[in-house]
């Protein structure tokens, strides 16, 4: 083996290191209770590892353009607390249910989990959040449109296009005041 070669192999190794490092470092400001829940969302949604805290460094290319792994924390308060904010979970082929412990992740404003296999319905947890952003779209839900979707007034966009949802649209969804997309 040249040195060159060997130079490069601990480099490479390195920069590995750190990288998760860096990770670990990044979300050592979550609560606890956010970071449970987000093992549980994990483990719900079938996928294997979370970066929390981390957005996806490759840019959105025109080869894969409904790809995103992020998961995006508010910067650290003076406490050293941060919040998870934003999860974008799209095109993974993740095949589980949709996490009822989504719920306890109080700060989450967009939740975006478009072009997947998940299956199920809404959890009725979800009514509690503060979710501005919800697209749930090119995924198998079924059943009826949750009636309880109406008591997520924070909602401005949600996409439900696309799954295998059944019967009438219901009514509550009027009470969404600050929805600017359906
Ligand atoms: C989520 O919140 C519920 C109700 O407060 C609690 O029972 C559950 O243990 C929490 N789950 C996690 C992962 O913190
Ligand atoms: C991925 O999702 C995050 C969180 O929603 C968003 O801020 C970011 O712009 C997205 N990245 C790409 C490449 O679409
Ligand atoms: C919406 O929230 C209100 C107040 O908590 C509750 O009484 C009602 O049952 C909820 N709606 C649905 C459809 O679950
Ligand atoms: C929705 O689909 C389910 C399962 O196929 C079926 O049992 C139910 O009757 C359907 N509901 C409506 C309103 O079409």
Redesign the pocket.
Known sequence: MSKGFLIFMFTLTMLLFFKETIILARSGCLPEKEKDALREIAESLGKKHLNPCH??E???SPDMPSY?D?I?CSSPSADGVCHVE???L?GQDLAGVLPPSLANLTYLK?I?LTRNYLSGTIPKEWEETKLEYMSLMANRLSGPIPKYLGNISTLVYMNLESNRFNGTVPAELGKLVNLKTL
């Open positions: 957005e996806q490759r840019p959105e995103n992020s995006i934003s999860i974008s799209k967009s975006d």
